[in-house]
């Protein structure tokens, strides 16, 4: 986990510190925090990251690859993920290359993006500053990923991210590097629940109660972005808590996953993995800002109006 500031993430006043519990009497409305979060592989990136550069490196042909690490963990009974990371550095190993945590930093620079990414926080942010200008609305972008953050530190996009959630490894003085953090299908929720109370530190316990009133972002205040079934427990947890979800899928590649999804309500609209200001992803993103931006006017006014009621 690393924590991300970037300025140009930021569209209004609030604050970027790791929020606390408030007390009962706060001195203004403070629900003005908007979330988008995201998964890498198949949602910002074609492809699995590993795919890029650490495969060709050690000579492994990607789908092959990915085959014997599913094949291993159900003969295995095994994590998926544990199997992979465990792989790769298998096969490193056989073919006589040694990667440490620099090497898997430098790959990132490898990583395709789909078309728009790069340009697309400063995109949205132009807009909500456009509705949101004077209310002190707060843009932040997260990442949640099954893949490396050692890779995603190598790519274009890691400092536009608030915080970034990925597995990870451990390196010591060892030739084989062994899982440090290691974030499933279902373990990404535990990271939403993170980002909506505030504690981003993972060495913070997030299982204590906190009333709604104090956490800081509400799920309403966020849209999941995603593109397949490993996603789903990450919308549906968004989605129940009333935030929302947007599945993508690769451009001109079948959609039927994303029309899956939005058939059993698993997101609130699909389109392809477009990024660029004015497509479909875009204009369907920006219509759920809008209603959140709509709902954070709401919820302040009514708060205004409750300070006032004795």
């Known amino acids: ?24 009497s ?41 085959k014997e690490s599913n094949r291993l963990a ?6 998926a993920l544990i199997t992979y990371m465990h792989l790769l550095y298998k096969k490193a190993s ?58 995603i530190e190598g ?17 010591e003085a060892y030739d084989l590097p062994y899982p440090k953090r290691v974030i499933t299908d279902t373990g990404k929720t535990q990271y939403l629940f993170r980002i909506n109370k505030g504690i981003e530190d993972l060495g913070d316990n997030i299982n204590q109660h906190m009333p709604e009133d104090a956490r800081p972002i509400p799920f309403a205040n ?20 009333g935030g929302h979800a947007v599945a993508v899928y690769s451009p001109g590649k079948a959609r039927s996953k994303c029309v899956d999804l939005f058939k ?12 660029r200001r004015g497509s479909e992803l875009f204009k369907r993103t920006c219509l759920l800002i809008d209603r959140i931006l709509a709902d954070i006017r709401v919820q302040e006014e009514m708060w205004r109006l409750g300070r006032g009621v004795k």
């Not at 991300?4 to 604050?15: C, F």
């Not at 159900?74 to 994590?79: F, I, L, R, T």
């Not at 790519?155 to 390196?171: C, L």
């Not at 059993?264 to 990024?275: I, L, Q, S, V």
């Open 1 to 24: 986990m690393v924590a991300r500031n970037s300025g140009s993430e930021e569209t209004g006043g609030a604050p970027r510190a790791r929020a606390k519990k408030r007390g009962p």
């Open 26 to 66: 706060k001195a203004s409305f403070d629900k003005k925090t908007i979330a988008l979060v995201y998964d890498f592989d198949g949602t910002l990136s074609p492809r699995p990251m590993q795919d890029y550069a650490f495969l060709p490196q050690i000579g492994q042909d990607a789908r092959a690859f990915w």
């Open 74 to 79: 159900k003969e295995q009974g095994a994590d």
């Open 94 to 151: 056989e073919a006589g290359v040694r990667i440490d945590r620099k090497d898997l930093v430098a790959q990132g620079r490898n990583v395709e993006l789909y078309p728009g990414v790069e340009k697309w926080f400063d995109a949205i942010g132009d807009y909500i500053k456009l509705r949101a200008e004077t209310h002190g609305v707060a843009l932040r972008h997260y990442l949640i990923s099954s893949g490396l953050t050692e890779i």
């Open 155 to 171: 790519t274009r996009i890691y400092k536009r991210f608030h915080n970034v959630f990925a597995s990870e490894y451990w390196f």
């Open 222 to 241: 966020m849209i999941y972005f995603g593109d397949g079934d490993t996603d789903v427990p990450s919308m549906a947890v968004t989605r129940k808590n």
């Open 264 to 275: 059993a309500g698993r997101c609130d609209f699909f389109a392809p993995a477009d990024y």
